[in-house]
């Protein structure tokens, strides 16, 4: 069974281990020591105030297999992005050079930089090692972050996005910033990536068009991939679709990825969420695969699990070993969610 929790100083080495193996494009994971150790010291931190609005707060998780104790997974949601440093996205518009006495009208697409996502919240980090991308692993990792925010509420923005992440190679090469590189930056996309990613944004601000860019003066690779997710990343974006996440225009400065987003009230896994008193037992036949949560901050837990339903009470039951995973008592709150809609 995999558990997720929120991370801890012992975690550091496992989260080092998952910076290296997600790859050039995972921006909010970069190999930085110095980074990585804030990054968990700011979760620490998040996890254990004690605050009514949302502000600079970062909660990252991992999850662990609860037998072998190993850390084989990451999950994190940034309360409110770029009140520290600039959050920078391109939204993609539209301009009309048009003549009536010529009789032409053109309609031009074009890329235009925006701190428009200042303050929202991010869904981020969402990573989960080969070995265990198997049955309900991927989803839990990613929809436990919804019942964390329809527990707690108040701590975020009610707006959610989340950055996709865009189509680059093996190499990490990427046709989108190829051409930036070659007009604007004389630098590679593993570099700016990396730069982005320990916090070093002010190059963007300093090499960046100050305008709006013709997305018809692209080069045809850099076009074809604009909106477009890398591959191993359309499970992710199909599973967002389905909580109500849709595109708006918006992607990334640096490989063209769309930003998804979506009310945190209607996102589907907040919406049906509902919460219900536990006796720990034997669930019956009947009982369902359902994703729960402790209902908890400072000690969250999260996990897929059997549980035996009594909408009318409302009351549940679930067996000793998932009340162990979750660090619950008879008794006890949990909310449950479901791991697909009908």
């Known amino acids: 069974m995999l558990v997720i929790r929120p991370i801890q100083e012992t975690d550091y080495p496992a989260l080092l281990q998952m910076a290296v193996s997600s790859g050039i494009g995972f921006t909010s994971l970069p190999v930085d020591e110095p980074l990585l150790r ?3 010291a700011h979760s620490i931190r998040s996890f254990a ?8 707060l970062h909660y990252l998780m991992v999850a662990e297999d609860s037998e072998s104790g190993e850390v084989v997974g990451t999950t994190a949601i940034d309360a409110a992005v770029g009140l520290n440093s600039p959050f920078y996205t391109y939204h993609l518009g539209k301009v009309v050079h048009a003549s009536r006495s010529l009789n032409i009208y053109n309609v031009v ?3 235009t930089l925006t701190n428009d996502y200042t303050g929202v ?5 969402l ?3 080969e070995s265990h991308r198997q049955g309900q692993n991927g989803r839990l990792l990613s929809k436990c972050r919804f019942l964390l925010m329809a527990e707690h509420p108040h701590r ?7 950055e996709m992440r865009g189509v680059s190679d093996e190499q990490g090469r990427s046709p989108f910033w190829q051409w930036l590189q070659d007009n604007f930056f004389s630098m590679d996309f593993p570099t700016a990536d990396y730069l982005t ?6 190059f963007i601000a300093e090499l960046m068009p100050k305008y709006p860019i013709y997305v018809n003066l692209l080069s045809k690779e850099a076009q074809a991939v604009i909106g477009e997710v890398h591959q191993k990343t359309r499970p992710a974006l199909r599973l967002l679709e389905a909580e109500g996440f849709c595109k708006h225009g918006y992607v990334d400065i640096f490989d063209a990825g769309p930003t998804v987003e979506c009310p945190l009230q209607l996102i589907e896994s907040v919406k049906q969420s509902f919460k219900v008193s536990l006796s720990i037992g034997e669930p019956s036949k009947d009982a369902q695969q359902m994703l729960l949560t402790n209902a908890r901050l400072k000690d969250f837990r999260a996990c897929v699990a059997q549980i035996e339903l009594h909408r009318q009470q409302p009351r549940a039951v679930i067996s000793q070993q998932t009340a162990n995973a979750l660090q619950v008592s008879e008794g006890d709150s949990l909310r449950v969610g479901a791991l697909r809609f009908e």
């Open 38 to 40: 804030e990054k968990l």
């Open 49 to 56: 105030s004690d605050i009514d609005h949302p502000g600079d």
């Open 109 to 111: 697409e074009t890329l």
């Open 121 to 125: 919240t991010e869904l981020c980090t």
């Open 127 to 129: 990573f989960l090692q």
């Open 156 to 162: 975020f923005n009610d707006s959610v996005i989340a």
């Open 197 to 202: 990613g320990v916090g070093k944004k002010e």
